[in-house]
């Protein structure tokens, strides 16, 4: 017999053993006793009838970087990122929206270098506006942003990387991120270099630095 059958068989019980009351015994106080333990157990019975969900830990999820074959696929992997694992829509929208809490992120592709997108993501520390107010002293605003390469969400530097084509590629702009830049070639390796080359509108080429914890 299962954990709810048994729960509800025990229902049936008290509610028969208050209707014994009520039918059986005279005295107020008990009859009493007995009508409460009816209503009680009915509610048990119902909440019993409610189908029961498991409730289970979220699956991890995993993406194949060495899957994507062009920097259209990665910017297709970094759109499932951007609205799943990276938890980006959490906060920031693509478009006017009155319910997002962050910058609007249309665009961003287009205004920003993918070196300082990347430095921003991994360090949202390193660049925040100042306070500045008329009666003190400017106070610096807090980073609320998560470093998106460390837990909880802990990124990949490859899917960081389909993250920034990704919105490059939703701003209009050319996708500079090149797929066998990012792929690691020893993952041992204390320290790895990524090359992001400039497309021919002009955006210089940039190597970005990451050590491996």
Do not use: W
């Amino acid at each position: 017999m299962s954990e709810v059958a048994l729960l509800q068989l025990i229902g049936l019980i008290v509610v028969g053993l208050g209707i014994s009351i009520l039918l059986f015994i005279k005295s107020k106080f008990l009859r009493v006793i007995g009508f409460v333990v009816i209503v009680l157990g009915s509610f048990s019975l119902v909440a019993l009838s409610v189908p029961q969900m498991a409730s289970l830990p979220p699956a991890i999820e995993s993406f194949d970087i060495a899957s994507v074959e062009s920097p259209d696929d990665l910017a297709s992997l970094g759109q499932k990122i951007f609205f799943s694992k990276g938890q980006c829509a959490l906060c920031h929208s693509i478009g006017p929206s009155e319910s997002a809490r962050c910058p609007d992120l249309a665009g961003i592709g287009a205004k920003l270098a993918p070196e300082f997108i990347y430095e921003s993501l991994t360090d949202p520390q390193a660049y925040i506006y100042l306070d500045f107010r008329h009666d003190q002293l400017p106070e610096e605003y807090p980073a609320q942003m998560p470093y998106i390469n460390k837990n909880p969400i802990a990124l990949s530097q490859p899917e960081i990387y389909s993250v920034i084509a990704f919105l490059q590629k939703m701003s209009g702009e050319p996708i500079s991120i090149k797929v066998e830049d990012i792929m690691s070639p020893d993952p041992d390796q204390e320290e790895e270099k990524v090359a992001i080359h400039g497309t021919p509108s002009g955006n210089a080429s940039v190597v970005v630095a990451q050590a491996i914890d």
